[in-house]
């Protein structure tokens, strides 16, 4: 009897972790949809807007995707929503999960943090020297420095929304089933969202940060086992390749802003 108890304690143990973990992704890809439509795509228009006001004497141009300058439709509005909204949500997600073993636990302090990994790994996908538009709409510093401070706006939002959510959202013993179907369906986008993580920005270095993550992953498992010391060695060189990633994808992005300034 007792023998039988002991062994579906475990079960019961990783039932609970892996139902709290589903809950805690659900709330991350909500969160980023929440900072997807407000930063992605609201105010990455307003961002546009600003600096077609910055640049009158280009106004009626046409950018590289075809927008022409100073021209705001709803439908041109409606499709930035969607298209930013949605990609820069399924990334984010992503890459919040990938990047929670290093972020800062304060709200404000982990959004910054995300913000600047944001930045770093598709900064220069943004801020891209080969893009025009920074060269003939106006003021190059006030355009490289509102569209590289919307990462950090996102990781703010993102981070903000995470923690609203958290006190929000019943803990996961105290979800209903239907409640649970929709924890299910929320946290689905998560897979698209690391898949995007390794090889939407650059797969020579979205690969590399996978694996220092789940090396970090596996120095949990390790550490729970009692071999604290071999766990702190693969989070340190977990560590080390993500810094290494990061450095990386950063240097492109840096080596964009100073080839547009």
């Given at each position: 009897m007792s023998v039988t108890?002991?062994?579906?304690?475990?079960?019961?143990?990783?039932?609970?972790?892996?139902a709290s973990r589903l809950r805690e992704t659900a709330i991350v890809v909500v969160g980023s949809g929440i900072a997807g439509a407000l930063v992605g795509g609201l105010a990455s228009r307003i961002v546009m807007r600003i600096a077609?006001?910055?640049?009158?004497?280009?106004?009626?141009?046409?950018?590289?995707?075809?927008?022409?300058?100073?021209?705001?439709t709803l439908a041109g509005t409606i499709a930035l929503v969607v298209f930013a909204g949605v990609s820069s949500t399924l990334f984010a997600a992503g890459a919040f999960v990938v990047a929670r073993p290093w972020l800062p636990r304060g709200t404000v302090a982990r959004g910054l943090v995300f913000g600047g990994f944001l930045l770093a790994l598709t900064g220069a996908a943004v801020v891209d020297k080969g893009n025009a538009d920074f060269v003939i709409l106006g003021d190059r510093v006030l355009n490289v420095t509102m569209f590289s401070g919307l990462f950090f706006a996102f990781g703010i939002v993102a981070s903000s929304a995470y923690a609203l959510l958290e006190r929000r959202v019943p803990p996961a013993a105290a979800l209903s089933p239907r409640m649970w179907a929709l924890t299910?369906?929320?946290?689905?986008?998560?897979?698209?969202?690391?898949?995007?993580?390794?090889?939407?920005f650059a797969g020579r270095l979205g690969v590399p940060l996978i694996g220092a993550w789940v090396a970090m992953l596996s120095a949990s498992a390790v550490d729970r086992r009692g071999r604290h010391g071999l766990a702190q060695l693969i989070r340190a060189g977990a560590t080390a390749g993500m810094l290494v990633v990061v450095g990386l994808a950063g240097a492109e992005y840096i080596d964009n802003v100073t080839t547009i300034l």
């Open positions: 108890a002991t062994a579906t304690v475990p079960s019961r143990s990783l039932g609970d972790a892996m077609a006001l910055a640049a009158p004497e280009v106004r009626g141009a046409v950018t590289e995707n075809g927008a022409v300058v100073g021209e705001i299910a369906v929320c946290a689905l986008p998560i897979v698209p969202g690391v898949i995007g993580v390794a090889f939407a």
